[in-house]
């Protein structure tokens, strides 16, 4: 005789992503959903109903993890092709490259992945392409994600050099690599697997134009077992012009709870490191507020049709000039009661005004922050530019979570993978310790959030910006049994050793798909 529930989980720590606090309780959980809830230790009669018990005393019970901004097709590339990490010398190369083609015989490109340029010049490399592979375009990608080895072919045919190897450059490859079965099979599993180990159960994934076909096979799978990861994606101009009867398509084509049409993402001013973050008042010593260009009129033209619509954007802002320019263009937006309807979101957010944070919370609209944005460079760097470009007064509004949550504004954890790749320890580390790499003292904790608010932005306000709060984001009954469980409380734990904590448990559907 088949028992009540699946699996009872009994935990001492239990963040359900509505408290502030965990909590002493218990979890069953039948077939995909949450059937049952209580504080304290499950009655021995609904331990006699369950098939299988997992009792957890000092780790920590969550939702699963929601990462607002991940990039599957930049993640992929790094994969693509031969392995040339190894490769020292022109020699080498060729033999390595040869090898390859002779046995995948691939078709319009010969890619490789791992480039380190401190072992092999690229000068030479690029001189060996030309002699070896005159007529075939020939692109590989360095380990350090900045750059590429790439023979003019390569140029000719993609449209893009080896000093623009970013995604909004090397577009015209996607299709290459997507529609290669064998190989975007195995890179996605690797892909869900990856990020299942760090909670992950949901992803809002950024595609380019059209997702040059992979949304087919996204179709195939769509309902299959095999599929460990939710897979919410958006669509980003870079190609061609915002196209809305796609965006239309894909919303009737993906109406499931694993994957769905999640709207538009773009660009908008750059970093203020490289004084191309849009300011509201000039750079430090500067008489400009940007370096570069920004249609604003043509953002706010394509915002609009697509609000009317019922879709969603993701503009990214660093700048406080960025920032107030989209707060006015999401204010003209769909309102009920003064609250925007579509799920309007900005990501980075680096430096920010108050009373812009103030609007945005007033409209309610959605942050995606990337919490770890801290570990990308030693933290006497970070502090060195941000005095130089826009000072220490104005610097003190640089990170300013505290504010954005104090404003209400929906907050959501981000990663711009593979940029970042997700980790709820190191947000907490980063976001809420304010610590930078380096420094003894933390930055600016004026500005953090406490652990309960990050972990609540990287499960509740995740799944809030995704539309999909009514079946995800927080342990309840009746929701999906998409769960997260930690070694820790990291509610409690020194935000200075937080970042050991691991993963040991990820439930998606009810079913374990990761175990430590």
Same mark, same amino acid.
């Given at each position: ?182 190989? /975007? ?143 006015? /263009? ?97 947000? /907490? ?74 993963? /040991? ?12």
């Amino acid at each position: 005789m088949s028992k009540k529930y699946s699996f009872l989980i009994q935990a001492k720590h239990i963040f359900d992503g509505k408290e502030k606090s965990t909590y002493e309780g218990f979890l069953c959980l039948k077939d995909r959903q949450i059937v049952k809830m209580g504080k304290g230790k499950a009655s021995q009669k609904i331990q006699e109903e369950a098939e299988e018990i997992l009792e957890f005393d000092k780790e920590l019970v969550m939702p699963g993890v929601t990462d607002t901004h991940t990039f599957f097709t930049g993640y992929a590339v790094f994969h693509l092709g031969v392995d040339v990490s190894e490769i020292k010398t022109n020699e080498e190369g060729e033999k390595a490259l040869k090898a390859y083609e002779e046995e995948k015989h691939p078709k319009n490109v010969l890619f490789g992945h791992g480039w380190k340029p401190t072992q092999w010049k690229q000068k030479d490399g690029e001189q060996m392409l030309e002699e070896v592979f005159p007529d075939k375009p020939v692109i590989l990608f360095a380990e350090d994600r900045g750059s590429c080895i790439m023979n003019e072919k390569a140029k000719e045919v993609y449209q893009f050099t080896s000093d623009s190897c970013y995604p909004e450059s090397y577009y015209r490859i996607m299709k290459e690599y997507l529609n290669d079965r064998e190989f /975007i099979e195995k890179e996605l599993k690797d892909y869900a697997a990856m990020l299942n180990s760090r909670g992950v159960t949901s992803v809002k994934e950024m595609g380019f134009d059209d997702f040059y076909g992979f949304t087919d096979y996204l179709k195939e799978i769509e309902n299959s077992d095999d599929l460990h990861l939710r897979f919410f994606f958006m669509s980003q101009p870079v190609g061609a012009p915002m196209n809305l009867e796609y965006a239309k398509r894909m919303r009737e084509k993906f109406k499931g709870d694993k994957i769905r049409f999640s709207g538009f993402n773009r660009m908008t001013d750059g970093t203020i490191a490289d004084y191309k973050g849009e300011l509201k008042k000039p750079y430090e010593k500067k008489d400009f507020v940007c370096s570069i260009d920004i249609p604003w009129n043509e953002i706010e033209q394509d915002v609009l049709e697509a609000d009317k619509e019922g879709f969603r954007w993701s503009l990214h802002a660093q700048g406080d000039g960025a920032v107030a320019k989209i707060a006015k /263009i999401y204010d003209k937006c769909k309102k009920v009661d003064g609250k925007l309807v579509n799920k309007q979101a900005l990501t980075d957010m680096e430096f920010t005004s108050p009373e812009d944070l103030e609007k945005l919370g007033e409209i309610g609209a959605n942050a995606e922050l990337y919490f770890q944005i801290m570990s990308l460079d030693p933290g006497n760097v970070l502090k060195e530019n941000i005095e130089r470009t826009i000072g220490n007064e104005r610097g003190k509004y640089y990170w300013n979570r505290r504010k954005m949550e104090d404003s209400g504004i929906n907050l959501c954890g981000a990663t711009d993978l593979p940029l970042l790749i997700t980790s709820v320890p190191e947000s /907490i580390y980063y976001s809420c310790g304010g610590y930078m790499d380096g420094e003894e003292e933390p930055f600016q904790t004026e500005n953090t959030l406490s652990a309960a608010e990050i972990l609540k932005a990287w499960t509740l306000g995740g799944q809030k910006s995704l539309e999909m709060e009514d079946k995800l984001g927080t342990l309840e009954e009746g929701k999906i049994a998409d769960i997260a469980i930690f070694d820790r409380d990291l509610t409690t734990e020194n935000p200075k050793t937080v970042k050991d904590a691991k993963v /040991i448990l990820t439930i998606l559907d009810g079913k374990i798909i990761y175990k430590l």
